[in-house]
């Protein structure tokens, strides 16, 4: 998973580190079946840029709209339309799939975790929630930086 501002695997002992409650298998379970990844206005750029389309024809041609959010698509395979045995986006791949499996919703309850970890083989269970929030607060406050 690529940091902002150094890697957040070097940092104090005393601070809970990704790697002590995630490490990516690479498999695409969180690619598929969630009805898609919101993007930004940022992120549209970017990842129009590295299709080298223009961003009209990328929320066009590669999203659709939860309201007024675009989302990337999903296949009919069910998994995101930039999924091909690996992700083909991945060097721009948006904030919501640069944080899996980090996300907001386990600061509200932390047995989300145990939903995340029965669909992700890279999550372990380390037993610490106050480790583990500590740790998602850290990398949301991470991907937040501008």
Not at 10 to 25: A, H, I, L, M, Y
Not at 71 to 85: P, Q, R, V
Not at 120 to 134: F, H, M, T, Y
Request: glycine letters at 8%; one cysteine or more.
């Amino acid at each position: 998973m690529p940091w902002k501002g150094g890697n957040p695997n070097s940092v104090g002992t005393n601070v809970p580190k990704p790697s002590d409650f995630f490490e990516c298998q690479k498999c695409g379970e969180c690619c598929k079946g969630y009805g898609g990844a919101f993007v930004n206005d940022h992120e549209i750029e970017r990842i129009s840029r590295y299709l080298g389309i223009q961003r009209e024809r990328f929320l066009c041609d590669y999203c659709d709209w939860s309201g007024s959010r675009p989302l990337i698509k999903m296949a009919e395979s069910g998994y995101c339309i930039f999924w091909d045995n690996l992700c083909t986006i991945h060097e721009v791949k948006p904030r919501m799939c640069k944080i899996w499996p980090f996300i907001e919703s386990i600061l509200v309850d932390p047995s989300n975790w145990a939903i995340i970890k029965s669909m992700c083989p890279g999550v372990r269970d380390n037993g610490n929630l106050d480790d583990l929030a500590k740790c998602v607060r850290n990398v949301l406050t991470e991907y937040d930086k501008p």
